[in-house]
């Protein structure tokens, strides 16, 4: 099956609109009690099959249990040095920590044996063309990063950051009221 065809499926079964929502002005991010809706930005635009690519790569629903596998897995990629939307993958990161720490830990596990596909500079064309495990075979590490002392120090390193990330307007608003 090629990555486009899944993608279709994706798409259908988690009730995404065509493209997932390339198109589209505003993306929602969805809470378990609201839903919040953002400007879909062209830098988002250009990457978003990518981010919908490693759900189907991996098997992860849009639910915050998928997004926490995927965060966990974009952040041990080095999509975090892809700014602005390795922001948004690093404050993902920080929230599923908060309702999925397992998924996290697995996704970036699973991240560290692989090459990050926004790094293959791959046209989008040229991924979709691919069958999946043609892509699997091309993002697999010839030599996997093992997780040993060091990646566990890296890694609580992205979880205070990511936390840092997540929390920071909200001490930034404490702090300001405190001053003022």
Known sequence: MTVSEKLTIFY????????????EDFFN???????????NSQFRKNVVHIH???????????????????????IATGLWKHIPIGFMSLWAMG?????????VWKGYNAGLS???IIDLKMTKDELLKLSLEDLKNIIKKRKP?????FQRVIYSFWVTSSLITLFFPFLLILILYLIF
């Open 12 to 23: 259908k079964e988690n009730n995404l609109s065509e493209e997932g929502g390339v198109n």
């Open 29 to 39: 991010l969805k809470f378990r009690l609201f839903t919040v809706k953002l400007p």
């Open 52 to 74: 919908d690519i490693q759900h189907i790569l991996y098997d992860c629903d849009i639910s915050w249990k998928g997004e926490a596998f995927i965060a966990g897995w974009e």
């Open 95 to 103: 929230f599923s920590l908060l309702t999925h720490p397992k998924e």
């Open 114 to 116: 692989v090459k990050g």
């Open 145 to 149: 990063t093992k997780m040993n002392i």
